[in-house]
Structure formats: structure tokens, C-alpha cells
């Protein structure tokens, strides 16, 4: 009798759905599905029915410039801050209802800091146990993220380049499907970005997903796949990122033309 | 929610806190209690009842009642901490149900301000028994009395760590935070205290809640000799108790329900 391998089961059986496992998960993928997503702050529109996607075993940049609602856009999928309407799912979950949130999105984000007295050492131990994971993935994901000679040292004797790392060893510890980055590079050194991109590169060819923000549009260029614009809480633009540089001009005149043209110029490119 | 429990035992050790607390845990226990026993309470300005007289003893242990805001504002600091230096985020990603990581920080500080309060009382227990020995007096009370009076203070200890944990939940600010813990318990309460009408609410405020737990009565008649007022009453040990335990739940029961519906910014 031919039993069906867990690879082929198909997730959507009641009996497979019980015994998907999460090595099933990153073989269909965990997509990101953000759908008009919105949210005031202080009487601004900081979001305004923000929608994308981005999609498992790809690398998508997620690009505007300062103050244009990336962070929050972010915060609002990672459930640290809640949408005035919209929704943002992982998966097709919540954030906040996902069984292992931990073990399905690592996340880097400036608001999720290591405690300057504790060693990075023991801040990995704290949130590996705060978030189930076994005790053995501190060490692994230091090597991950080349921090295995810091770990002893205090997280606020750390670099800023350092900090990142350490920020990004601690999204990897439930070894997550999706990875989600607010402006990774800040503080890394041109040798710090080659590393991350690489290592963002192999993390999406491994079949899962990536989501980084950045302002800086050179910073993007070579390392995503699909670009999503956002300016003034808007989704000025979305799709593969050929076919964004394909409109004839520089990536840069692109950019500059749909982050400076008038909100009713951009429905026009909308894609 | 026993990972979330030992993720934050997890992270309360991962600093020095716990050392460091129970260290002025000593020093307040011991320090206040001890100086007034060793100097014995019959040689202070004014003159106070000696340790051979129980009310000697109440009155020298009950000082360290005085520092109760201390255990508060460790409670206060470590929370708002993760505010601070921004962990708190790395904190909700990890375990998104927010009422459940507070509820498991509640419990943690909670164990930590019990080990305060014994390591405090275990001090001020042996300045007082050193303290008479060093006069050769015999102590005021029997041994099992004052080791009731000790714990009582334990308690006290604990509840107020709680309290401090769920100001510094809902303030998030440190420094605000840390304003409101002092500014309270330094200031507050005492002009609560003296305002005539007013005062009849002290016994169920936390200081005179605490004051009726531990016996200890000093200040509240200190200030009636002062003032033309009666001295606030103060109920009984039992009742005062309770006060500073629902203090405490209804500290936590906020601490739990507020933050769960505000944005990280």
C-alpha cells in the first residue's frame, strides 16, 4: 500500500492538516498577504489601504522614504500595533494567532532591542525559553549570524552592526518559515551589507520568505526580487522588480518620479 | 504559560537583578533595623520604648515598613526596562498574548519580592535579636511573635514588588514611572494622611494598609502629637492584609488588561 509522504500530502486533508509539519509549510511556502491595511497616528494617515503580498522563496523590498509607514506597516503584520482597518496575515493567520509565532516569522525591527546588561548569551537563552525553542539553537544561530565570539559580552557594549546581528540571530532561533527586516542595514558596514544580502539570498532560495524595508533604493537593487513602493502611507507601486526597472527608466528616476508625483499621479501607476 | 514563566525567570536572571535586589533587601532589612537596635531605640531623639518592651521591637522592626517603597521600585524599574532598552518588543513578538506574558511577570516578580521580603526580615530579625543581645536586655516579645511580625512584613514586601510591577506596566515611562512610585509613597500618601476628613482613608491606603499589617502605628501618632487631629485608625492586621492583597489584584488585573490593547511605537 503506497502511504502518501508528508511532502506530498496534501495540507488541505483533515488528516494531513494534523500532521503538516513545519519542513511541509516551507515547501508550499508561507506567504505574507497584506490587504488594505490602514491606521492613523496623531491625526495622520500614517497607512492608507496598504496591499501586497510577498510571495515564499522570494526576497521582496519593501521601499519609501522616511515617515512614508513602513515601520508601522510593519508593526501592524508583527501585531505590535493595531490596524484601524485591514488585514495582515502570515500564512493566512494573524500574527497574534499563530501556534509558534516565533517558529513562523523571525523579525528585526528597531523596537525589539537586547537588554544592554544582559550578554548575548543570555539574551538568546531568555527568548529561546520565552519562546519554546530548544536551548541548542542559541549556539547555532550565533554561528548563523557569525556572533559565536560575542556571546559572552554585554549587548550594550555591541556596535550598532553588531546589535543588528544579534537582533537578526535572535529572529532565527524557532528557525521561522518568513523573515521580516525594518531597515536591516542600518549601522552595517559595506561588508556587514554583502553578508546579509547573501545570507537573505539563500534564507529565500530554501523556499521561504523574505520582507525587508530600506529608504536607501541602491541598497535594494541587488538583492530583492520584487519591490514594493510605499509613499505617504501609500502603495505607490508593486510587482517583480524587472518589470519595475523595465519601464525604460533608471531605478532611481523610477523611484524618485512615484515618491514626488501627486497622490492622484500614482493611482495612474498603480499596479 | 509555564514557558512564558520560565522565559521570564529565564530573563530576570539573565541580569543582575536578582543579586543585586536581594542585596538591598539586606541592607534595607538589616540597616535601618539594625542602627536603631544597636543604638538601642531608648537613645533616639525622642526617646523611643526599649527593645525589651514589645513595643520597642514593633516599632525598630516596623521601620523597615518604611522602606517598602524600595522593593516597588525594583519592581518598577525592571518593568519598565523593557520599555526603556526596547526589549519589550522582542518580548510581544515572541509571545504575542500580551495579558500572559504580564500575567507571567506579575507571578516571577512576585516570587522575587517573597525572596526580598525574607532575606529583609531575616535581617532586621537578627540586627534585633544582635541589638538586645549587644545590651544584654532580654527581647520584648517571644521569638515566634516576631518571627510572625517578620513575615507579615514579607508579605508586604511581595505585594509591594507587585505594585511596583504593574505602575511600571501601565506608566512604561521609567523615569515617570519611578515619579509616581516615589511621589506616592514619600509624599502622597503622608499629606492623605493629615488632611483632616481625608485621613479617615488611610488605613485603606497601601502605606496605612501596611502600617496595620505590621502594627506599626509610629508615624500616624507621631503626627497626632504634632497636629491638633486624632491619629489615623488603623485596622487590624488581618483587614490590613486583605487591603494591600486586592491592591495588589487589582494592580495586576489592570497591569494585565491595559497594555494588551496599545500600540508599540
Redesign the interface.
Known amino acids: 500500500m503506497i502511504t502518501a509522504s508528508s511532502d506530498t500530502a496534501s495540507p488541505q486533508t483533515a488528516g494531513a492538516r494534523r500532521t503538516t509539519t513545519r519542513r511541509d509549510r516551507a515547501m508550499s511556502g508561507v506567504p505574507i498577504e497584506v490587504a488594505g491595511l490602514a491606521k492613523r497616528?496623531s491625526g495622520v494617515d500614517a497607512v492608507r489601504d496598504a496591499s501586497f503580498v510577498a510571495a515564499p522563496g522570494r526576497v521582496t523590498g519593501f521601499l519609501g522614504p522616511n515617515g512614508a509607514g513602513k515601520s508601522t506597516t510593519l508593526?501592524m503584520l508583527?501585531?505590535?500595533?493595531?490596524p484601524d482597518a485591514g488585514t495582515a496575515l502570515i500564512g493566512g493567520i494573524r500574527?497574534?494567532e499563530?501556534p509558534d509565532?516565533?517558529g513562523t516569522v523571525g523579525?528585526v525591527?528597531?523596537?525589539?532591542?537586547?537588554?544592554?546588561?544582559?550578554?548575548a548569551r543570555?539574551?538568546l537563552?531568555?527568548?529561546a525559553?520565552?519562546?519554546?525553542h530548544d536551548a541548542a539553537r542559541v549556539e547555532r544561530v550565533a554561528e548563523l549570524t557569525g556572533i559565536s565570539e560575542y556571546l559572552d559580552r554585554r549587548a550594550g557594549t555591541f556596535s550598532t552592526g553588531m546589535r543588528q546581528r544579534l537582533s537578526l540571530a535572535?529572529a532565527l532561533l524557532g528557525d521561522p518559515d518568513v523573515l521580516v527586516l525594518d531597515e536591516p542595514s542600518n549601522g552595517l558596514d559595506p561588508a556587514g551589507i554583502v553578508w546579509l544580502r547573501t545570507f537573505l539570498r539563500e534564507f529565500a532560495a530554501s523556499g521561504r520568505t523574505v520582507l525587508l524595508s530600506s529608504h536607501v533604493l541602491t541598497e535594494l537593487q541587488h538583492g530583492i526580487d520584487d519591490l514594493v513602493l510605499i509613499d505617504r502611507g501609500r502603495v505607490t507601486w508593486s510587482g517583480p522588480l524587472a518589470s519595475f526597472t523595465d519601464r525604460g527608466t533608471s531605478l532611481e528616476a523610477a523611484f524618485l518620479e512615484l515618491t514626488s508625483t501627486a497622490a492622484s499621479d500614482i493611482e495612474g501607476v498603480r499596479a | 504559560m509555564s514557558?512564558?514563566i520560565?522565559?521570564?525567570?529565564?530573563?530576570l536572571f539573565?541580569?543582575?537583578l536578582p543579586l543585586w535586589s536581594l542585596v538591598i533587601a539586606a541592607c534595607c532589612g538589616g540597616g535601618l533595623t539594625g542602627l536603631l537596635a544597636l543604638v538601642g531605640p531608648e537613645n533616639a531623639t525622642p526617646p523611643l520604648p526599649g527593645l525589651d518592651t514589645a513595643e520597642g521591637v514593633g516599632i525598630v522592626v516596623g521601620m523597615s515598613g518604611l522602606l517598602l517603597f524600595v522593593p516597588a521600585l525594583i519592581g518598577t524599574i525592571a518593568v519598565t526596562?523593557?520599555y526603556r532598552?526596547?526589549?519589550?518588543?522582542?518580548?510581544?513578538?515572541?509571545?504575542?498574548?500580551r495579558g500572559r506574558v504580564l500575567a507571567a511577570k506579575l507571578l516571577v516578580f512576585g516570587a522575587l519580592g517573597i525572596a526580598y521580603g525574607l532575606v529583609a526580615s531575616l535581617f532586621a530579625g537578627t540586627a534585633v535579636m544582635v541589638g538586645a543581645a549587644l545590651q544584654g536586655v532580654e527581647l520584648g516579645v517571644q521569638l515566634g511573635a516576631l518571627a510572625a511580625l517578620l513575615g507579615r512584613l514579607a508579605l508586604a514586601a511581595a505585594v509591594y514588588m507587585i505594585l511596583g510591577v504593574a505602575i511600571g506596566a501601565l506608566a512604561r515611562h521609567q523615569l515617570l514611572a519611578v515619579g509616581i512610585v516615589l511621589g506616592y509613597f514619600y509624599f502622597l500618601e503622608h499629606v492623605l494622611m493629615i488632611i483632616p476628613g481625608v485621613n479617615v482613608i488611610h488605613p485603606y491606603l497601601p502605606g496605612g494598609a501596611t502600617a496595620a499589617l505590621t502594627d506599626f502605628t509610629f508615624l500616624s501618632d507621631a503626627i497626632a502629637e504634632q497636629l491638633p487631629l486624632a491619629a489615623a485608625a488603623t485596622t487590624s492586621p488581618f483587614v490590613g492584609a486583605l487591603v494591600l492583597l486586592g491592591y495588589a489584584a487589582v494592580a495586576a488585573w489592570v497591569a494585565i488588561a491595559i497594555p494588551l490593547?496599545r500600540?508599540?511605537?
Open positions: 497616528i508593526r508583527l501585531g505590535l500595533t493595531r500574527y497574534q499563530l509565532p516565533t523579525a525591527l528597531d523596537i525589539a532591542a537586547a537588554h544592554p546588561a544582559m550578554t543570555g539574551h537563552r531568555s527568548f525559553a520565552l519562546g519554546g535572535t | 514557558r512564558l520560565r522565559g521570564e525567570f529565564a530573563k539573565a541580569t543582575r526596562g523593557e532598552h526596547r526589549t519589550i518588543g522582542t518580548t510581544f513578538l515572541t509571545a504575542p498574548r490593547r500600540d508599540l511605537r
